[in-house]
């Protein structure tokens, strides 16, 4: 970090993201809480590609001279940790960025020994980064409202910010279930007559080509993640990577229970607003 801090040629206007890979205690998670925590490690390595639209999430470091410009964190939001890269965004009028670190924290799943209570907390924990949803008002505020403080931040900037973040926490939330339903959904609600179409007939066929073609990347991520593992602990049997593969099949179900309806959730909550609206839940972790 230090090398990347001496290196950058603005250094102050620049926050300091590394990898989160939660695999601490991954032996000893359910498959459940696996698969979601290994796909949320994936999508984090997608998005360290892609620095020109990354946020800052969970651990991450920046100049204390920014942080103290910026106001500090703001402690009366859910997803603060994101939040911060935002107000430097502002306050340095679009003259900010991401700088990804490929260098790994390693964290905990939010496996606690207990089934049941894993998963509802994993649930929680999914809704809690789901209220980044916030947001997007906040952003819209600041570009381009009277009182806002970004209003400088060139145009194609602000819409590529804003669009990042509605594109993201809208297909977080339907992408899942629309994949689900829309092979099938011409068959509930088509006439007797679409059919007859060309476009009713193959809209199944497409979808089941593009769900083949797609299980290739999940194949690639299953085997890569495997190198990933950490040792396996003494008392552990070979079965064990077995279930350690075979629990990708879970990835359909997973998307929806802890993808979909958490984001959901969060946005109807932030929506509705008053006694709806979430206040910051600390993980439990054993």
Do not use: C
Not at 123 to 140: D, L, S
Not at 142 to 154: A, R, T, V
Not at 195 to 202: C, E, I, P, W, Y
Not at 239 to 253: R, S, T
């Amino acid at each position: 970090m230090t090398y990347k801090y001496l290196t950058h040629p603005d250094p102050t206007h620049a926050s300091y993201q590394p990898i989160a890979i939660y695999n601490n205690n991954i032996w000893q998670s359910n498959p459940i809480v696996r698969v979601v925590a290994s796909s949320t490690t994936f999508w984090l390595f997608t998005d360290l590609s892609r620095s020109e639209r990354l946020f800052t999430f969970s651990s991450h470091s920046m100049s204390f001279e920014t942080l103290v410009k910026v106001g500090y964190w703001d402690n009366t939001i859910v997803t603060e940790d994101s939040r911060i890269f935002l107000q430097g965004l502002v306050y340095y009028q679009g003259d900010y960025q991401t700088v990804p670190m490929y260098l790994p924290v390693y964290m905990d799943t939010v496996d606690i020994g207990q089934f049941w209570r894993s998963l509802k907390n994993q649930y929680k924990q999914m809704r809690r980064w789901a209220w980044g949803v916030e947001h997007f008002p906040w952003m819209v505020k600041q570009f381009w409202f009277k009182d806002g403080q970004g209003k400088k931040i060139p145009f194609l900037k602000k819409i590529y910010y804003v669009w990042n973040q509605t594109e993201g926490v809208y297909s977080w939330a339907t992408a899942p279930i629309i994949i689900l339903l829309a092979g099938h959904l011409p068959l509930w609600v088509a006439s007797q007559q679409e059919r007859t179409t060309a476009l009713f007939q193959n809209a199944p066929h497409i979808l089941a080509l593009l769900m083949r073609s797609s299980m290739v990347g999940l194949i690639v991520i299953a085997v890569l993640y495997t190198i990933m593992l950490p040792k396996i602990p003494k008392n552990y049997k070979w079965y064990n990577y077995l279930v350690m593969i075979l629990q990708w099949v879970l990835v359909p179900i997973t998307l929806i229970i802890f993808g979909s309806l958490p984001a959901a959730d969060a946005q109807t909550r932030l929506a509705l607003g008053g006694r709806f609206r979430l206040g910051f839940w600390v993980t439990e972790k054993r």
